[in-house]
């Protein structure tokens, strides 16, 4: 009966008792399950904290193709977690909320990408990691926005690429590499948010400031720059610098890490177009909560699950993107 209402709203849904410590609660399940939970940095500040592991995209799938738990707690979206299982399809992958999707996945529809590969014969096709499995499946090497140029720049100059989905990381791949690949029309509906007029009010109220964007963002935005890399890149850079203040334009979770690793420096987060939302918060990032994460660990549910077919082929174009990535001490 259970399962059936949780089938119906995509997490487990049983209330919790006000006594559980969750904290203390979700690391007596990881003990005794062997369980380990890894998580975006667009996760909200508590789920970072006690996970075992906070990264980028690339490197949840890095982590996610060598542990050695029974169980992976992917705190993130449902492709994250779908990587991780056809990169570890013995193991038990779970996400707190299956609910939790990703509008750049869901601009690229399988069937339609394929139909767009076919017409475009002797492409090689390049795909960013925020797709379904089953576009992975007619990729010939993934890409997270970490490793994009230099696998891109792995290519001969004049190979021809299909590249999606996101045409703002594939126009500015192209632009920085020098090419005219063949871009698929997707975008993120985080990132496609950021107004140029409030960075430049930014600007103008912290001249000081470095800004920070995070390639999946619009052109424009990137034109007005400091620097240009995926969250992880975000996050050394503001390590790394001399200066101590920062506006970042990507999902404002990763702040979270930011302020923690240099806590005398200041970070402001974009502010959204519409002052009336929080779009600069990715709505699917943030249904996991802490309460679902001890649920889903409790019941061990939901599972994520790949079609055997799919993840035989998709694994291909994922492991290829490891291998480059190591090669090049990424
Ligand atoms: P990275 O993790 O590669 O920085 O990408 C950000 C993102 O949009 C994840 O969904
Ligand atoms: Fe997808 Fe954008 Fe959310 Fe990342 S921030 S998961 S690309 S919708």
Redesign the pocket.
């Known amino acids: 009966m259970k399962k059936a209402e949780w089938l119906k709203t995509g997490f487990a849904n049983e209330p919790i008792s006000k006594d559980i410590d969750l904290k203390e609660a979700i690391q007596a399940f990881k003990k005794e399950k062997n369980a380990v939970i890894m998580a ?3 996760q909200t500040g508590d789920i970072q904290d006690i996970a075992d592991y906070v990264g ?3 490197a949840l799938a890095q982590w996610a193709a060598k542990t050695e738990a029974d169980i992976i707690v992917l705190c ?2 449902h492709f ?1 977690g779908e990587t991780a299982k056809i990169l570890s399809p013995t193991k038990k992958v779970l996400v707190p909320d299956l609910n939790a999707g ?1 509008s ?1 996945a869901d601009s690229c529809p399988a069937e339609l990408f394929e139909q767009f590969v076919d017409k475009h014969p002797g492409y090689t096709v390049i795909s960013y ?2 797709t379904t499995a089953a576009v992975k499946a007619v990729t010939d090497v993934v890409v ?3 490793n994009a140029k230099q696998i891109v720049d792995s290519f001969p100059k004049d190979e021809k690429i299909i590249f999606g989905p996101d045409r703002n990381l594939g126009n500015y791949i192209n632009s920085i590499t020098n090419r005219n690949m063949l871009l698929w029309d997707g975008a ?1 509906h ?2 496609e948010q950021f107004s140029v007029e409030k960075i430049i009010e930014l600007k103008a109220k912290y001249p000081e400031a470095d800004v920070l964007a ?1 390639p ?1 963002c619009k052109s424009t935005i990137l034109a007005l720059a400091d620097y240009i890399g ?3 890149a975000l996050l050394k850079y503001s390590m790394n610098s001399d200066k101590d203040t920062f506006i970042v334009a ?2 404002s979770g990763i702040l979270h890490e930011m302020q923690k690793r240099s806590p005398e420096k200041t970070f402001i987060p974009t502010p959204p177009n519409d002052s009336t939302c929080a779009c600069n918060e ?1 709505s699917f ?1 943030r249904l996991n909560t802490m309460e679902k994460l001890y649920n889903c660990l409790k019941y061990e549910y939901p599972e994520i699950e790949v079609d055997p077919e799919v993840a035989e082929k998709a694994v291909k174009p994922i492991q290829k993107m490891l291998e480059i990535s190591e090669k090049l001490g990424l």
């Open positions: 975006h940095y667009y980028d995209s690339l993130g979206v994250m990703c750049l990691v925020n997270t926005s970490t993120c985080v990132h995070h999946e995926s969250t992880a990507t999902e990715c990032m």
